[in-house]
Each structure stands twice: as structure tokens, then as C-alpha cells.
């Protein structure tokens, strides 16, 4: 069976009835890129750059930040690589920061909410990102939105950095995509609205669920609430991918959700375009869509959506999976 998931590495990510989707991978550093190349994922589609801060004294300078950047997109050779700017706060502290301490850091600054008040680190994250696109197919995404105004401030500061540069002379992409996570239910609702300044849309469902169902993803004693199948998250799922859709726009998911087999056909029913998964899971989730219809899955889903409970959506998807 390993030998015959190998086979898929070098195959493109297609469903039983035609459809091509983007089976991506999630990396923290450049070690994971080995991984990523040798399971044939389609891209990358997220790469939490946080963990270049972590485990050091010191801001990583630009030109570290550079370095990296470059050499992801280089050995990505063309493909999409979707890289978030840091999503430091949470439970990611830096001790070098000095951050306030804070009572409920999940719900305080956090990722971009932190990048908008240290406007150096951003604007530092930026310009080596920006160096670094003309080295592949860069995607910038922020992570952590919640309303409008950050999305629209993270990106004027973008602007700026770009327009440094090129006063400078120094090439920046003009196909960079910028997007955003959704992984707050307040812009899961506003998705729609969030769709016209955002290229692209990628589902965080690790915090999505934490935020929706209001139980810390760290606590044991909750975690019988993380429920990647509740009709809940699946309703807001759906109306991030509709709402991407409407506007031309495409939307990929990040969370862990993305690599799950049971998540997988009831995603592509909704309509998904892009999982990103851990490496080590994307042959499985290859073979799995190859199996699945993409048409069957819509009506299936639509039925799992209008359930009640996560048990429910579970029995469904596996009879379901288990009849053909
Ligand atoms: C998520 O929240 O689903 C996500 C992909 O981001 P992280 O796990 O890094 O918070
Ligand atoms: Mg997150």
C-alpha cells in the first residue's frame, strides 16, 4: 500500500469525476521541505513563519528572513506558496518581546493584531517577503482577521514597503496574491464583505473551531468540543467558500481539519479548492479525492449541513463512504 501511495507523488489531485483541487503542504521551517517534495504535495499552504522567531534571542534580521523565503519559493520551483506573517501571541510567546502578560492571550494580541502594534517586526517580515517574490509564486497571507480596517491597514503598510523597494530598485512581483485566514467567526460571517479586498481565503480551522465553540484547543478537559464535523463549523465552512466564490476568489483550509478523511469528501462537496495538510498526509488525501465524486458529495454535503450534531454528519459521511 506504501508503494502504491508513492506512485500518487508525482500524479496531479483530480476526483473521481474530473475535478482538479490543490493538495498543499503546511511547513514551519525549511526542514520540512523534504517532506514536501518527496509526497508530490501541489504547493505549500501555509507556512507559519512564527517558528523562524521561536527558539532564538533575537528578532530574525531581514536578510535571514530573506534568505528563507527565497529558498522555499526556489525549491517549490513555480508552485504556490502561500506564506502567513508571524502569528506570534497565543500560546507562542517571545521572551525577547517583552510583551504585557495578558489573562486570555488566545483572545489578545495575537498574530496580526501584534503585527500592527510592532510595526518594525511587520514591516521588517514584509520587505523580505517582497524581495523574495520574484523567486516563485508567492501568496502573502495575514493571519487572524477579524473586521476590515486590519486587513486594510495590513495591506497599506504592504503598499508602502513595496513602493520603498521599487524607489530603490530593487524587483518586487506584481502577481503576488495577498490573502487572509478565516479563523474567527466574526469574519467567517463578514466573509462576503472580507472578499473584496482579499485575493484569497484560507480556512484556520484549528482556531475556527477553538473560537466557535469558546474551548481553548490546549485544554484537555474541553477538547471533547473541538468538532470538525459539527454543523456549526461546516455552516461557517460553507459560507466562506460561497462567499470566496462570488467574488472570483478561491478557498483553501489550513487547519488540521484539511488532512482529515473524513472532513476531506464532505470539503469538496462544499466546494473547496485547496487542503493543506501536514506532508505526511497529502498521498492519503490523493488517493481518497481520486475516489470521490465531486457532484455526489455536494448533495451529500448539503444533507450534512442541515443535521444537528457532529455524531450525526460522522455516521452519514461513513455510510456514505462505506456504500461504494
Ligand atoms: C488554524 O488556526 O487552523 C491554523 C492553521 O493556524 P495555527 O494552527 O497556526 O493557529
Ligand atoms: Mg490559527
Known amino acids: 500500500r506504501k508503494a502504491k501511495l508513492k506512485l500518487l507523488a508525482s500524479l496531479p489531485s483530480v476526483t473521481a469525476d474530473g ?68 502569528d506570534i501571541g497565543g500560546d507562542k510567546e517571545l521572551p525577547y518581546l517583552e510583551l504585557p502578560k495578558e489573562s486570555n492571550p488566545f483572545l489578545g494580541l495575537r498574530a496580526l493584531r501584534l503585527s500592527l502594534k510592532r510595526e518594525d517586526l511587520f514591516r521588517t517580515q514584509l520587505r ?60 467567517a460571517l463578514n466573509a462576503d464583505y472580507l472578499a473584496r479586498e482579499a485575493d484569497f481565503f484560507s480556512i484556520g480551522t484549528n482556531d475556527l473551531i477553538q473560537y466557535t465553540m469558546a474551548a481553548d484547543r490546549m485544554n484537555e478537559s474541553v477538547s471533547y468540543l473541538y ?11 460553507r459560507m466562506v467558500i460561497q462567499a470566496a466564490h462570488k467574488a472570483g476568489k478561491w478557498a483553501g483550509m489550513c487547519g488540521e481539519m484539511a488532512g482529515d478523511l473524513t472532513a476531506i469528501p464532505l470539503l469538496l ?50 455510510a456514505a463512504l462505506n456504500k461504494d
Open 19 to 86: 475535478e482538479r483541487l490543490e493538495l498543499a503542504a503546511n511547513i514551519g521551517s525549511v526542514e520540512d521541505l523534504a517532506k514536501v517534495l518527496e509526497n508530490g504535495a501541489d504547493g505549500i499552504g501555509l507556512f507559519r513563519t512564527e517558528f523562524l522567531y521561536m527558539g532564538r534571542s533575537s528578532i530574525p534580521t531581514e536578510e535571514e528572513q530573506y534568505q528563507i523565503y527565497k529558498h522555499v519559493l526556489e525549491k517549490l520551483g513555480g508552485k504556490r506558496v502561500v506564506i502567513r506573517t508571524m
Open 128 to 187: 523580505a517577503l517582497l524581495r523574495a517574490s520574484t523567486a516563485g509564486k508567492l501568496n502573502i497571507m495575514f493571519p487572524m482577521i477579524a473586521v476590515m480596517s486590519e486587513l486594510l491597514e495590513a495591506k497599506r503598510i504592504l503598499a508602502e514597503e513595496r513602493a520603498k523597494l521599487e524607489a530603490e530598485g530593487i524587483p518586487v512581483s506584481d502577481s503576488i496574491e495577498v490573502g487572509i485566514m478565516i479563523e474567527i467567526p466574526a469574519a
Open 227 to 237: 468538532q470538525p464535523y459539527h454543523p456549526s463549523i461546516l455552516r461557517l465552512v
Open 269 to 318: 462537496g462544499m466546494g473547496l479548492d485547496e487542503f493543506s495538510m501536514s506532508a505526511g498526509s497529502v498521498l492519503q488525501a490523493r488517493e481518497l479525492v481520486g475516489e470521490l465524486s465531486k457532484q455526489q458529495w455536494a448533495g451529500l454535503a448539503e444533507e450534512a449541513l442541515a443535521l444537528g450534531t457532529q455524531e450525526e454528519v460522522k455516521k452519514l459521511v461513513h
